[in-house]
């Protein structure tokens, strides 16, 4: 069965560009149609969707972060990744990856904490 | 953006209960509404998609239901390993937006 596992540093520092990478196991990136997304939980609230690659490249973004955030991905490597650039302590949070299977998100990544601070 | 709310936001019940919880969008998202559960410091797991389709693996003690603005979620029977926080969210246009959550807790 597909698994996704985010990895990245756990602390950024304000102003800098936050870099986390998903790699899939068990099935391949390029494989049916689906999407791979970031989504965002901040510390004790709720969900917030980033935005979405297919393995061919086309994004969507979220309208709150556009301006800042890059979605991109490796085939080569199975693995897709998020950039997120001029961090605030507003962006500290547990940081998902997960595919989008038709309109649905299944399955998720465990998640990993993201802190911005100096 | 859709905006999604739920209602309760957290609730209280016995092992064996029959939970309700419901969950609104601010205009019509036909059956495009899906059901999470999230565990503390575990990833959310889908449970229904697409308003009342029950993910594989879920128990049939969850159930969905609604259409347009309004939707619900069913848990017949809790069991222990029910307790955990239930998000909606809704996939009819992007940004793709979640409701902020409902936490069941033990009585």
């Known amino acids: 069965q597909v698994k996704l596992q985010e990895s990245g540093p756990g602390l950024v520092k304000p102003s800098q560009t936050l870099s986390l990478t998903c790699t899939v196991s068990g099935g391949s990136i390029n494989s049916g149609n689906y999407y791979w997304s970031w989504i965002r939980q901040h510390p004790g609230k709720g969900l917030e969707w980033i935005g979405y690659?297919?393995?061919?490249?086309?994004?969507d973004y979220n309208p709150s972060l556009k301006s800042r955030v890059t979605i991109s991905v490796d085939t080569s490597k199975n693995e897709f990744s998020l950039r997120l650039s001029s961090v605030t302590a507003a962006d500290t949070a547990v940081y998902h990856c997960?595919?989008?299977?038709?309109?649905?998100?299944?399955?998720w990544g465990q998640g990993t904490l993201v802190i911005v601070s100096s | 953006d859709i905006q999604m709310t739920q209602s309760p936001s957290s609730l209280s019940a016995s092992l064996g209960d029959r939970v309700t919880i419901t969950c609104g969008a601010s205009?019509?998202?036909?059956?495009?509404l899906n059901w999470y559960q999230q565990k503390p410091g575990k990833a959310p797991k889908v449970l229904i998609y697409s308003a009342s389709s029950l993910q594989g693996g879920v128990p049939s003690r969850f159930s969905g239901s609604g259409s347009g603005t309004d939707f619900t979620l069913t848990i017949s029977n809790l069991q222990p390993e029910d307790f955990a926080t239930y998000y909606c969210?809704?996939?009819?246009?992007?940004?793709?937006?979640f409701g902020p959550g409902t936490k069941v807790e033990i009585k």
């Open positions: 969210q809704q996939s009819y246009s992007t940004p793709w937006t």
């Open positions: 205009q019509s998202i036909s059956y495009y």
């Open positions: 997960a595919r989008l299977r038709s309109s649905w998100f299944d399955p």
């Open positions: 690659i297919s393995y061919s490249g086309t994004t």
